[in-house]
């Protein structure tokens, strides 16, 4: 197997992040706690007491695990096909590491 590496644009993969915050999807699972002074949103997700900052080593974590487990949301992101189902999916690896919900 080979081992390769793709650059992803931080602005792509914020644009992918606010479509999945503004979804009706993620509505259903999370909620929006905080935004910090560099406008990063803190996450909680329903029945759970942990909060997740949603900032760019979270967006580069969730960015691997959603390249590595989730191939038909990755490729309709990289085909500039992504939609609130696909964006719910990637702010999910982004703060747990793996779509829980959906």
């Known amino acids: 197997m080979f081992k390769i590496t793709i650059e992803v644009d931080e602005a792509d993969a914020v644009a992918l992040a606010l ?3 503004s979804g009706p999807m993620f ?3 999370g909620e929006h706690v905080s935004v910090d002074d560099v406008g990063f949103p803190t996450i909680r997700g329903f ?3 942990v909060l997740y900052k949603l900032d760019f080593p979270a967006l580069e974590q969730g960015m691997q695990v959603f ?3 989730y191939p038909r949301h990755w490729a309709d992101f990289r085909r500039g096909q992504a ?3 696909t964006g719910d999916v990637f702010v999910q690896c982004c703060i747990f590491g793996e779509a829980k919900y959906g």
Do not use: K, P, V
Request: net charge negative.
């Open 19 to 21: 479509t999945g915050l």
């Open 27 to 29: 509505r259903q699972w």
């Open 47 to 49: 029945n759970e007491a």
């Open 67 to 69: 390249a590595r487990d």
């Open 83 to 85: 939609d609130m189902i």
